[in-house]
């Protein structure tokens, strides 16, 4: 049985978890290459002893109303949960916590186990004016989670006791599902109904329903099963006006689309306790294949026509050239056989003239029936080879499925040897798909040379969700630490991305949410009258900004408050150790 556990305070995963470079032993002589590193640097994060936490706020009449309904192992205050909860694991809360500073940890952690521990706790939170910052499994990278209230007391909503699948209708293929489940523990128990949610973020191990739906979250395999707006059916979200609650059917024209109030609402006007999600039946066959495209361009165009065709596997994920030799250099060890057959593939592709530094890895998985997945592959492999692709096999494949979920704790191993990396998604329409691209990684490359620090970049790009009218673009970057200088190069390189995107007619993030990190591009992304929309909802429903507050809302002078958030991580910290 699946058991939910806090990942580490400083970097991803579980705590008895780490990056086992071993096993992945081209990875580190490739980045070293990639980014001009001629010697190694040690940054190890600071023991937690050292971290430095601000003094708790406790509001006594607030504390003795929680305890009326709630068990004490409920209501938590100590050192590791308020550090735990401090942040998400975006790059700027990676880095603060790495160097002590936990400036962004809340005042007490609750763990409510159903709905009315939620709606009591935002009600006495509501008469005290404290604020409340709903807690799936701490995965946000975009800054959703961090306190923004210094002399309110913050509580942190840990949802993860709120797990069940509550109810399932196979044959509607629906399935009543409280928020706080994570995706392993959600598939286990669906699996017993023989169902699939069909939802496999990067994130998969360390989130939680809630935070999807929350976030407007992506998984993998969207092509076939779509983004988690596509598979909320209804939800129960407890406001601050009361309990919001949509009908479980599958469409409807009842006036302005109450679901989607609450999806992607980052926990600014309530707590989604529980969904009715569409689910599916298990496929009974996975298979992934890799092929292998001469140019970006030419794979963008073979999953454009599967897109004109109606021929879309389960997923397309196409890496450009640089991300192509990352994925390369993160393969576990080789046998001799391997090698052996690595090597004549490499000579078969000389032969078709494939430039090797150009040419682009695409994963493609195909589910259903065995009947279901030979005709999709041969389908599929027949558009790709028209578009100058070979096919790879499954081998590539396997390794993939073996290692999907280990990419993020790349970026603690670069932070342990003085290495900033990130990653910035977007969406846009085909036309504009190509000219973005170069556009935005052409920019990226400028502002890591040219921000004043000199070190080589390293740029790459994913494509991984596809529409009828466009895709996403998921780039990735790294950079060596200039010491001292290590968050303006971030910040400098984080600005230029996400105004490349918004200068080019695409979308401040595809799937990562709002948060802190793009908030000063909203406004140009939805309009000024977009943003007093949320305003006046936000109003509405939360009066007295006991939800989340900070987020969705642009101040006057967005980049400035954007720029000072986590600058206190390069000065002592002034903040009175507890």
């Given amino acids: 049985m699946y058991t939910a556990k806090h990942m580490k305070w400083w970097g991803w995963g579980g705590e008895e978890v780490r990056f086992n470079s071993s096993a992945h032993p081209g990875l580190w002589p490739y980045a070293k290459a990639v980014l001009g590193v001629e010697e190694d640097v040690d940054t190890p994060p600071v023991p937690i002893e050292a971290v430095q936490l601000r003094e708790a706020i406790r509001l006594d009449g607030f504390l003795s109303e929680l305890r009326l309904w709630m068990r004490a192992d409920q209501i938590c205050g100590s050192r590791h949960e308020r550090l735990v909860h401090a942040y998400g694991k975006g790059f700027r809360d990676l880095f603060r916590m790495r160097r002590g500073i936990a400036e962004g940890a809340p005042d007490l952690v609750v763990y409510p186990e159903n709905e009315h521990h939620v709606l009591m706790t935002i009600r006495v939170a509501t008469h005290h004016d404290v604020a409340v910052i709903p807690f799936g499994g701490g995965s946000n990278i975009a800054g959703c989670l961090e306190r923004t209230e210094t002399r309110r007391m913050v509580v942190s909503l840990d949802m993860r006791r709120m797990r069940r699948v509550l109810a399932v209708d196979t044959e509607s293929c629906t399935a009543r599902i409280e928020a706080g489940v994570f995706g392993p523990d959600l598939e286990e128990q669906l699996q017993g109904y023989g169902l699939t949610l069909g939802h496999f973020p990067d994130s998969f191990l360390h989130s939680t329903l809630g935070g999807?739906?929350?976030?407007?979250?992506?998984?993998?395999?969207?092509?076939?099963?779509?983004?988690?707006?596509?598979?909320?059916?209804?939800?129960?979200?407890?406001?601050?006006?009361?309990?919001?609650?949509?009908?479980?059917?599958?469409?409807?024209?009842?006036?302005?689309?109450?679901?989607?109030?609450?999806?992607?609402?980052?926990?600014?006007?309530?707590?989604?306790?529980?969904?009715?999600?569409?689910?599916?039946?298990?496929?009974?066959?996975?298979?992934?294949?890799?092929?292998?495209?001469?140019?970006?361009?030419?794979?963008?165009?073979?999953?454009?026509?599967?897109?004109?065709?109606?021929?879309?596997?389960?997923?397309?994920?196409?890496?450009?050239?640089?991300?192509?030799?990352?994925?390369?250099?993160?393969?576990?060890?080789?046998?001799?056989?391997?090698?052996?057959?690595?090597?004549?593939?490499?000579?078969?592709?000389?032969?078709?003239?494939?430039?090797?530094?150009?040419?682009?890895?695409?994963?493609t998985t195909f589910e259903g029936s065995?009947?279901?997945?030979?005709?999709?592959?041969?389908q599929v492999s027949a558009i790709y080879r028209r578009f100058g692709a070979v096919d790879l096999g499954p081998g590539s494949g396997k390794s993939f499925e073996a290692t999907k979920y280990d990419f993020p704790h790349i970026r603690d191993f670069l932070l342990d040897r003085g290495i900033s990396s990130d990653v910035s998604e977007t969406s846009t329409v085909w036309s504009n798909l190509v000219p973005l691209y170069r556009a935005t990684t052409t920019a990226l490359r400028a502002a890591i040379l040219d921000g004043e620090s000199g070190v080589k970049p390293w740029?790459?790009?994913?494509?991984?969700?596809?529409?009828?009218?466009?895709?996403?673009?998921?780039?990735?970057?790294?950079?060596?630490?200039?010491?001292?200088?290590?968050?303006?190069?971030?910040?400098?390189?984080?600005?230029?991305?996400?105004?490349?995107?918004?200068?080019?007619?695409?979308?401040?993030?595809?799937?990562?949410?709002?948060?802190?990190?793009?908030?000063?591009?909203l406004t140009d992304d939805i309009s000024p009258v977009g943003v007093m929309a949320l305003a006046a909802i936000k109003g509405g429903l939360d009066p007295g900004n006991v939800m989340n507050p900070g987020r969705l809302r642009p101040s006057t002078a967005p980049f400035e408050e954007w720029s000072r958030t986590g600058s206190d991580a390069m000065r002592p910290c002034l903040l009175r150790v507890r």
């Avoid at 992506?218 to 009361?242: C, F, N, W």
């Avoid at 689309?257 to 599916?280: F, P, Y």
């Avoid at 007619?505 to 709002?514: E, F, L, Q």
């Fill in 212 to 363: 999807w739906i929350a976030t407007r979250s992506a998984g993998m395999q969207s092509d076939k099963y779509g983004k988690i707006e596509d598979m909320v059916i209804a939800l129960r979200m407890v406001t601050p006006a009361g309990v919001l609650a949509t009908r479980i059917v599958p469409k409807s024209s009842n006036g302005i689309d109450v679901n989607h109030l609450c999806i992607g609402s980052e926990g600014t006007l309530g707590v989604i306790t529980e969904a009715t999600m569409r689910v599916h039946i298990q496929p009974e066959l996975r298979r992934t294949h890799g092929y292998l495209f001469r140019d970006f361009e030419a794979g963008i165009e073979a999953m454009h026509e599967c897109v004109r065709k109606e021929c879309v596997p389960s997923m397309m994920r196409l890496n450009d050239p640089d991300k192509t030799a990352l994925s390369l250099a993160f393969k576990p060890p080789s046998s001799r056989l391997t090698q052996a057959v690595s090597g004549v593939m490499k000579g078969f592709l000389r032969l078709k003239r494939f430039d090797l530094t150009r040419a682009c890895l695409m994963l």
């Fill in 370 to 378: 065995k009947a279901d997945v030979s005709r999709k592959h041969s």
């Fill in 459 to 521: 740029v790459g790009c994913h494509i991984s969700h596809t529409y009828h009218s466009g895709a996403s673009l998921y780039l990735t970057f790294a950079c060596r630490q200039q010491r001292g200088r290590e968050m303006q190069q971030y910040l400098h390189a984080k600005r230029a991305v996400q105004q490349s995107f918004i200068d080019h007619g695409a979308t401040v993030s595809h799937h990562h949410a709002v948060g802190t990190e793009h908030l000063p591009w």
